[in-house]
């Protein structure tokens, strides 16, 4: 007897696999960090627990798992929209860091004194232009001379983060208090804070899950959106349709920068209040990319992901507190990511094994299919 | 700047190089084979945190050393699954490759408890943990002038990175084995046609690259800064993936664009020998941008990229079915 596995792929993949596969993925990861755990002398269940009871467990900890879903979904979308098009935009990291000083600089520019809807449009909208600006950097070399956007983005992280650390750490910025003993961001007027809804939990989410809901809207349901998915199957079916590949692809990648611009923005308005580059630069655009790659790309999806994954980064210093090393939930972030990279196989292909007696004794043993 | 200022300004150029050098030809051999593997940085922070345990323990750079190797070898096994088993983006696995070794080297190197806050008492190369690589060659050939310090002052690791250099430009263009590597990366179809077998080619050489990076994430912590931190790659896994493209897949470019981005790395601490100022931030910068803006100008240039194109099937998956 001997096994015999033969892959054949799907068309079009059932909702159930598509159901069942990322929630095997999702417990994969979770057995897999669980050993980790163990490993590390720790006890796994008690671990999980207090993952659950001090991220969903009651209104505190679920506005605390919330308050972080929100940038995560705007990063995760972020990632979404540009990856779906195999535009790999790694730099939402950095474009929230411009869109945070961009919307701090603007706090601190304008009059205090006008209304708040105003201001915090304001200072938004200045957040989301810095986004599409820095990714800007990166979509139009891709453009015209198809610079790799994964090595172009990804060092304007690096240049984002050292120029944030310089307004703050080694300048006289406007974004510095100059009262300040130590080095410290100034804090923005109350106009330009984010109204709160419950604890810390602040009107920022309505943004950030409007954003989904538009975005899926626009990529179902448009010309644009038909036009960019046209483009991402096939360039040259493209031009030959008369789309303007090189427009659509600046467009998604400034669009892409925007969203983690904005996402930088409200981190300022409502939860940081004033440019402190150690809180800001807290990977939030890397577990964007996670946050997308776990909702295989679709925007509605990346909401419930990007408060999945919210709840486990915000249940870090509980597990500190447990003797764990705080960076498991970045481990468990990246095994759930590479087991749902993997899961993506077992959705595109139908593998079966069966047993089989060879005909021919040289014929046995393992993947006959290669 | 005086002479000296500029000879030890090369000779950290080189020291600061040589981990970005073993990781970029690494990915040079893996990309050869027709495999992205972006999980460079992640293999790097692997190779560091355990070359850095291994020499705590054994006291031996050598035994560091190959164990950074194998654990960047092991993650590079990961991906090698995903990318030519189960066909997986390769965009995707490696950026997975890139959190995972993130989080386990900062995840594994808290327990350990080599990061320890006190970190003078930790550093490899200095103290009674007493890994340290020194120069080789007789003092009478390093006492030379110029010569001397640059190119015989240096220790075993980086003459192996120098004579590596030569083994994979030989390998590439002299043997028939190098043709049938480059062969799989530009034509999987053909060949397979041929006889050889694509997969076995891309796992050897996928887990080849991964040997290179934690190499280049082990000498970065034992032989170069001297003690492990989280996030200790502060980047150069990126950077050595953006020299791959740089060096248009050719060895000894990689070995001068890894020399001239370590010169970058280390200009903080040439300009504060020089007696110049420049605020650090802007030096942290530095590599970043330089490795920005040199990316755009080669790929603007129609002409270089007629002559050193990527390998023809870089990152796409081989399936013999869909041939």
Redesign the interface.
Known sequence: MSKRVSISPRATPPWTVRVVVPTASLIAAAVVGGLMIVMAGNDAFEAYRTVFDSSFNGLRPLTRTMTLATPLILTGLAAAIAFRMKIWNIGAEGQLYMGAVAASGLALTIPPDIPKPLMIVVIILGGAAAGAVWAGLAAIPKAYFNTDEVITTLMLNFVALSFMNYLIFGSTSLWKNPKSAFPQGLLIPGSATMPRISYRLHYGIFIAVGAAVLLWWVFRRTTYGFEVRTVSDSKEASRYAGIGVNSKLISVLTLSGALAGIAGAIEISGVVKRLDPTVLASELGYTGIVVAAVARFNCLGVIPVAVLLAGLVVSGSSLQRLGIPPEIVFLLQGLIFLFVAAGEFFIANKVTITSTVPVQPDASGGLADE | MNDTVLILSVVSAISAGTPILFAALGEIMTERSGVMN?GVDGMMLIGAVTGFWVGVETESAVLALLAGGLAGTLLSL?HA??AIS????Q???G???V??????S??????GGTAADNSADQALVQTKNGVSIDPILPEVLQELPVVGPIVFGHDLVIYFSWALVGAAGYLLYRTQFGLSLRAVGEDPGAADAAGLSV?RFRYVFTLVGGFGAGLGGAYLAVGVIGTWA?GLTA?AG?IA??LV?LSGWRPWAALLAAYAFGALRSLGFTLQIAGIEV????L??IP??A??LV??VV??NPARARKIASPASLGQPYS?EAR
């Open positions: 972006l990961i699954v995903l189960l066909r997986v983006n965009v995707i696995s950026l997975a490759l959190i995972v070794g993130n989080g386990l900062a995840f594994w190197g808290n327990i997969s989280a980047g990126w993936v953006a493209i605020a650090s931030d802007f942290a910068m970043f941008v490795t920005y990316v755009i790929s603007a013999r």
